[in-house]
């Protein structure tokens, strides 16, 4: 068995605006996560869900964090494999389906990792590493729904 780690936070509701959830109008979606020694984290729900569009939502995290895992599962297998990242950027995108009774979920997450490399000769490798970073993603094995990559590898000048 493995090593067990842990994740600690607070979740704060920011959102009530004199008469708590009377209604389904009369509150904010307004939220406030705060983590021991990290600037706190201010969202909201879904502009759908009648959250604030200008602060973060949970569907965007989790997209966020999947394509953040599998960014740092990446570089650290190119490290180890001698491969030497000099950019990396990714547009993931999530598609969720509500349905007529307000639940849903995910349905699939599509990362599009842009990578360039220094190390002439290794694009093929640095290429495949994605499958193996998508295959030890943490998050990504903690979701019950279809997360695919679609990589872009270029060395350098090319």
């Known amino acids: 068995m493995g090593a ?8 704060t509701w920011e959102g009530n605006q004199g008469n708590g959830t009377s209604s389904y109008q009369s509150y904010s979606r307004q939220w ?3 983590i021991d020694g990290k600037p706190d984290l201010v969202g909201t729900a879904d ?4 959250g604030e569009v200008d602060k973060y939502n949970p569907e965007e995290l989790l997209v966020a964090s ?4 599998h960014m740092l599962t990446y570089l650290a297998l190119c490290a180890r494999n001698g491969i030497s990242v000099l950019s990396y950027s990714d547009d993931p995108f999530g598609v969720m389906r509500t349905t007529s009774d307000g639940s849903g979920r995910f349905e699939s997450v599509t990362l599009n990792p842009k990578v360039e490399i220094a190390d002439n000769g290794k694009q093929g490798l640095a290429t495949e590493l994605h499958e193996k970073a998508h295959a030890f993603c943490l998050i990504a094995n903690s979701v019950n729904f279809s997360v695919r990559h679609v990589a872009e590898v270029k060395e350098r000048g090319k």
């Not at 067990?4 to 979740?11: C, K, T, V």
């Open 4 to 11: 067990q780690h842990e994740y600690r936070s607070r979740l």
């Open 32 to 34: 406030r996560v705060c």
């Open 47 to 50: 502009p759908t869900f009648r």
């Open 66 to 69: 999947l394509s953040s895992c």
